[in-house]
């Protein structure tokens, strides 16, 4: 290889740029692309991923590169490339978007525990003699040879415990040659005596074969397409994506498998680990070592399918031929912290660097995929029947504003809904039902004088949990006690307005006394396993009505599960975010999607104050492509995603007044940058293809006593955006009065 001067250094600090260092003479066989360096910047030292090397720089004074890290590259070119354009789309740092490759446990380098196993060193006979020798002098030495005797070996803290000494006994055992002590490496891998039974291929229906057939071609033609397949709940998607991994691994080629994070269940594990071979799971309940574990496996190439959730797409595999992503419209895709990147999206990316198929996968396709299919940038394959061609389950809608108060409380159980559930309970098949709300009461307000009781912290009103007896604010969740009179106006008359999981389960329980009920929400489900244990309960048979939030929206397959019931389907639909009829449509199909899994049919009754929206009626008639036309329409008009592309700008910072200028600020700086007149009216910019909404005050003002300020740029495509960006790349966007965040492609609006 050529000798190269200088290196080109990305460092680990908020910067989108590459810095140039000098090659030592002592490292020029040590450094190379890929590699982690150490190197010194402003008095301290860094570090640094060597991303080129280069002979000539113009930089004047370059400084010598301190230590090569490591031995062997650990982000190959394309990894490189992809953190290139993430760093780039994102506007994030350069080092912190290569750092999404590396989980924080492989980059602090992680030792693998190890510990000491005891063993005797004589045989039994002459070990007997021994102990009854050194019995009065040393009890404890001779407990321990006593305890060793019984079997083969031990790890000396089990050792310890069972013959009740010291550590320094059994060292002591050890300096005499008495027993030995050899040093072994704790096994915690995931699979450690778990048994996978061998599943192999169903044999595909006419639909999944059609779709198995397109996906074959395209992973034998070894260049990057996208294949947007739709299908119901229980189409057989996941047997298409085995088929279609089976078929990589042929092809010598890896597969990364995505899934939202809730539904990365044991058993959707075993879907793939029964199937093949070698599979690594990354999760985010790994435990550290787990999880650097798994990341070295992938990375020595001992792993043929990756699955995992949305970091999972920044695996490390060589040869990666084929990438799926599973229920793709899922807004946990989108990471919502720094870099607030789509795992959807850098999967594309991903994909044509590697040269790779993407199958996209869902029953209710997020619109930009859906819209990408239409215009024929994917191809589009559907699956329109489920398996065992059992039906769709039939829905209802209920009207609550026909359901005046029932008896002196109010009841937010319809008349309907209790009759449908008696029915079924009774015939001892089980009811799931939905709100997707936590808590009693969210909102607690003064009868005389309307005052609602906010967080003075986050300025959300907060919820009553009445088991804790405590108002809790859900952003920051401080709680506070519940006010016996109106701060505001000394009154005594205190509400509890609106409703939360909790106080459905009170209603519940006075209504069906006699059915196990259990609720599943984040106060209930704290335990490490509560998740998985409830499930397993509701399986059995145990619990009758289940009641929970989204957690129970997702993947959960119960054949007795004849009547599913929402609460209120009205929760997301009143978001300020154009994307609530979309969520309120995916949901209530995906909720719609847990019933009508046997012969005893199935059940949908949905609750809500807006029966005529169009994101009900169409979930109710199950029409995706009903559904999809009427939003497009909305979204053309106003240019919004799929037709526009937006970016979010929030501002945060202690003193309302300087975010507030800040935003401002800003949002002239980026006017210019648009060429958009000054006095333009913010109706006219409503309807533009380029344009600024705000700034204005952030739907939630005020998080942990921090105001918050947004704004939302508008653009016809990303090229655009990013020129209008750019302008503000280089903002102090962390200076200590307002911090700026800028999302783009958002998916949060709040
Ligand atoms: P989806 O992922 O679309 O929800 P699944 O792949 O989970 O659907 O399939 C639903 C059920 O149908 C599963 O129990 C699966 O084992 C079964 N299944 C899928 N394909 C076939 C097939 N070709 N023949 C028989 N059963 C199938
Ligand atoms: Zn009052
Ligand atoms: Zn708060």
Redesign the pocket.
């Given at each position: 290889m050529a000798y190269r001067r200088f290196a080109e250094i990305v460092l680990d600090i908020p910067l989108n740029k590459k810095f140039h260092y000098k090659i030592p003479p002592s490292f020029v066989n040590q450094i190379g692309i890929g590699k982690r360096v150490k190197v010194p910047f402003r008095g301290r030292t860094i570090n640094g991923y060597c991303v080129g090397l280069v002979n000539e720089s113009n930089v004047e004074s370059t400084k010598d590169i301190i230590q090569v890290v490591d031995t062997k590259p650990i982000l190959n070119s394309k990894m490189l490339e992809v953190a290139e354009w993430l760093a780039n789309f994102y506007f994030c740092g350069w080092g912190e978007a290569l750092e999404t490759f590396l989980p924080f446990v492989v980059r602090k380098g992680f030792e693998t525990k190890t510990i000491n196993v005891a063993r005797l060193c004589k045989d039994g006979a002459s070990v007997k003699d021994m102990i009854s020798a050194i019995k009065k002098r040393a009890p404890k030495q001779a407990r321990v040879l006593e305890a060793l005797a019984e079997v083969d070996e031990m790890t000396v803290p089990e050792l310890a415990s069972i013959s009740e000494c010291q550590v320094a006994s059994i060292y002591r055992l050890r300096d005499r040659g008495l027993i030995t002590l050899e040093k072994r490496q704790v096994d915690d891998s995931l699979f450690t005596g778990k048994h996978f039974k061998r599943t192999y291929h169903?044999?595909?229906?006419k639909e999944?074969d059609r779709a198995i057939r397109l996906i074959k071609d395209m992973l034998r033609e070894r260049k990057h397409s996208t294949i947007l397949l739709k299908?119901?709940?229980?189409?057989?998607?996941?047997?298409?994506?085995?088929q279609a991994i089976s078929e990589a691994i042929t092809l010598g080629l890896k597969a990364i498998v995505l899934v939202p994070e809730i539904s990365l269940t044991p058993q959707t594990i075993e879907?793939f680990k029964s199937r093949f071979d070698r599979v690594s799971v990354l999760h985010s309940s790994l435990t550290g070592r787990q999880r650097n574990n798994q990341w070295w496996e992938i990375k020595n190439g001992k792993a043929d399918v990756v699955i995992g959730a949305r970091s999972a797409v920044f695996a490390p595999l060589e040869n990666l031929g084929l990438i799926v992503i599973?229920e793709e419209h899922e807004n946990t895709f989108k990471q919502d912290s720094s870099p607030r990147y789509n795992a959807r999206d850098v999967s594309l990316v991903r994909a044509e660097h590697e040269n790779a198929l993407l199958i996209l996968?869902s029953?209710t396709p997020s619109l930009e995929s859906y819209h990408n299919a239409v215009i024929g940038k994917y191809e589009y394959v559907t699956?329109t029947s489920?398996?065992?061609h059992k039906p769709l389950p039939g829905v209802h809608i209920i009207d609550m504003r026909h359901e005046v108060y029932r008896g002196k409380k109010p009841s937010h159980i319809s008349k309907y809904l209790e009759l449908c559930m008696k029915q079924r309970l009774s015939k001892k098949e089980q009811v799931l039902l939905f709100l997707n709300r936590r808590g009693f009461s969210p909102f607690i307000n003064c009868r005389r004088c309307g005052f609602v009781l906010r967080c003075k912290r986050c300025d959300i009103s907060l919820t009553y949990h009445k088991k804790k007896n405590a108002v809790i604010c859900h952003y920051c969740n401080s709680d506070e006690f519940v006010p016996r009179e109106c701060p505001e106006c000394c009154s005594p008359g205190i509400n509890f307005l609106g409703f939360g999981t909790e106080r459905i389960e009170e209603e519940i329980r006075t209504k069906f006394p006699e059915y196990e009920l259990l609720r599943m929400d984040s106060d209930t489900m704290k335990g490490q396993y509560s998740h998985e244990k409830a499930l397993c309960a509701f399986r059995r048979g145990d619990i009758d009505i289940l009641l929970g939030t989204q957690m129970i929206a997702k993947?959960l397959?119960f054949p007795n599960v004849t009547l599913v019931g929402v609460i209120s389907a009205d929760t997301i639909l009143n978001l300020p975010d154009f994307r609530a009829s979309e969520r309120t449509f995916q949901l209530l199909s995906q909720v719609a999607?847990r019933t009508g899994r046997s012969i005893k049919g199935g059940h949908v009754i949905i609750q809500t104050y807006n029966p005529e929206h169009y994101s009900i009626t169409y979930a109710v008639s199950h029409d995706y492509d009903g559904f999809a036309k009427k939003e497009l329409e909305y979204r053309k008009q106003l240019y919004y995603p799929p037709y526009g592309r937006l970016a979010r700008i929030v501002l945060h910072g202690k003193k309302d007044q300087d975010v507030k200028q800040r935003s401002m600020n800003i949002t002239e700086k980026l006017r210019e940058a648009m060429k958009l007149p000054a006095d333009i009216a913010q109706s006219d910019l409503q309807k533009a293809e380029m344009g600024i909404l705000g700034p204005a005050p952030a739907p939630i003002a005020k998080v942990k006593d921090r105001y918050r300020w947004h704004l939302i740029v508008k653009a016809d495509n990303f090229e655009n955006l990013h020129m209008v960006l750019k302008n503000i790349e280089n903002e102090n966007r962390r200076s200590k009065k307002v911090q700026i965040i800028i999302d783009v492609d958002p998916y949060m609006l709040l």
């Amino acid at each position: 290889m050529a000798y190269r001067r200088f290196a080109e250094i990305v460092l680990d600090i908020p910067l989108n740029k590459k810095f140039h260092y000098k090659i030592p003479p002592s490292f020029v066989n040590q450094i190379g692309i890929g590699k982690r360096v150490k190197v010194p910047f402003r008095g301290r030292t860094i570090n640094g991923y060597c991303v080129g090397l280069v002979n000539e720089s113009n930089v004047e004074s370059t400084k010598d590169i301190i230590q090569v890290v490591d031995t062997k590259p650990i982000l190959n070119s394309k990894m490189l490339e992809v953190a290139e354009w993430l760093a780039n789309f994102y506007f994030c740092g350069w080092g912190e978007a290569l750092e999404t490759f590396l989980p924080f446990v492989v980059r602090k380098g992680f030792e693998t525990k190890t510990i000491n196993v005891a063993r005797l060193c004589k045989d039994g006979a002459s070990v007997k003699d021994m102990i009854s020798a050194i019995k009065k002098r040393a009890p404890k030495q001779a407990r321990v040879l006593e305890a060793l005797a019984e079997v083969d070996e031990m790890t000396v803290p089990e050792l310890a415990s069972i013959s009740e000494c010291q550590v320094a006994s059994i060292y002591r055992l050890r300096d005499r040659g008495l027993i030995t002590l050899e040093k072994r490496q704790v096994d915690d891998s995931l699979f450690t005596g778990k048994h996978f039974k061998r599943t192999y291929h169903l044999q595909p229906t006419k639909e999944q074969d059609r779709a198995i057939r397109l996906i074959k071609d395209m992973l034998r033609e070894r260049k990057h397409s996208t294949i947007l397949l739709k299908g119901v709940t229980g189409s057989g998607k996941t047997e298409v994506y085995l088929q279609a991994i089976s078929e990589a691994i042929t092809l010598g080629l890896k597969a990364i498998v995505l899934v939202p994070e809730i539904s990365l269940t044991p058993q959707t594990i075993e879907r793939f680990k029964s199937r093949f071979d070698r599979v690594s799971v990354l999760h985010s309940s790994l435990t550290g070592r787990q999880r650097n574990n798994q990341w070295w496996e992938i990375k020595n190439g001992k792993a043929d399918v990756v699955i995992g959730a949305r970091s999972a797409v920044f695996a490390p595999l060589e040869n990666l031929g084929l990438i799926v992503i599973d229920e793709e419209h899922e807004n946990t895709f989108k990471q919502d912290s720094s870099p607030r990147y789509n795992a959807r999206d850098v999967s594309l990316v991903r994909a044509e660097h590697e040269n790779a198929l993407l199958i996209l996968g869902s029953a209710t396709p997020s619109l930009e995929s859906y819209h990408n299919a239409v215009i024929g940038k994917y191809e589009y394959v559907t699956l329109t029947s489920r398996i065992g061609h059992k039906p769709l389950p039939g829905v209802h809608i209920i009207d609550m504003r026909h359901e005046v108060y029932r008896g002196k409380k109010p009841s937010h159980i319809s008349k309907y809904l209790e009759l449908c559930m008696k029915q079924r309970l009774s015939k001892k098949e089980q009811v799931l039902l939905f709100l997707n709300r936590r808590g009693f009461s969210p909102f607690i307000n003064c009868r005389r004088c309307g005052f609602v009781l906010r967080c003075k912290r986050c300025d959300i009103s907060l919820t009553y949990h009445k088991k804790k007896n405590a108002v809790i604010c859900h952003y920051c969740n401080s709680d506070e006690f519940v006010p016996r009179e109106c701060p505001e106006c000394c009154s005594p008359g205190i509400n509890f307005l609106g409703f939360g999981t909790e106080r459905i389960e009170e209603e519940i329980r006075t209504k069906f006394p006699e059915y196990e009920l259990l609720r599943m929400d984040s106060d209930t489900m704290k335990g490490q396993y509560s998740h998985e244990k409830a499930l397993c309960a509701f399986r059995r048979g145990d619990i009758d009505i289940l009641l929970g939030t989204q957690m129970i929206a997702k993947g959960l397959d119960f054949p007795n599960v004849t009547l599913v019931g929402v609460i209120s389907a009205d929760t997301i639909l009143n978001l300020p975010d154009f994307r609530a009829s979309e969520r309120t449509f995916q949901l209530l199909s995906q909720v719609a999607g847990r019933t009508g899994r046997s012969i005893k049919g199935g059940h949908v009754i949905i609750q809500t104050y807006n029966p005529e929206h169009y994101s009900i009626t169409y979930a109710v008639s199950h029409d995706y492509d009903g559904f999809a036309k009427k939003e497009l329409e909305y979204r053309k008009q106003l240019y919004y995603p799929p037709y526009g592309r937006l970016a979010r700008i929030v501002l945060h910072g202690k003193k309302d007044q300087d975010v507030k200028q800040r935003s401002m600020n800003i949002t002239e700086k980026l006017r210019e940058a648009m060429k958009l007149p000054a006095d333009i009216a913010q109706s006219d910019l409503q309807k533009a293809e380029m344009g600024i909404l705000g700034p204005a005050p952030a739907p939630i003002a005020k998080v942990k006593d921090r105001y918050r300020w947004h704004l939302i740029v508008k653009a016809d495509n990303f090229e655009n955006l990013h020129m209008v960006l750019k302008n503000i790349e280089n903002e102090n966007r962390r200076s200590k009065k307002v911090q700026i965040i800028i999302d783009v492609d958002p998916y949060m609006l709040l």
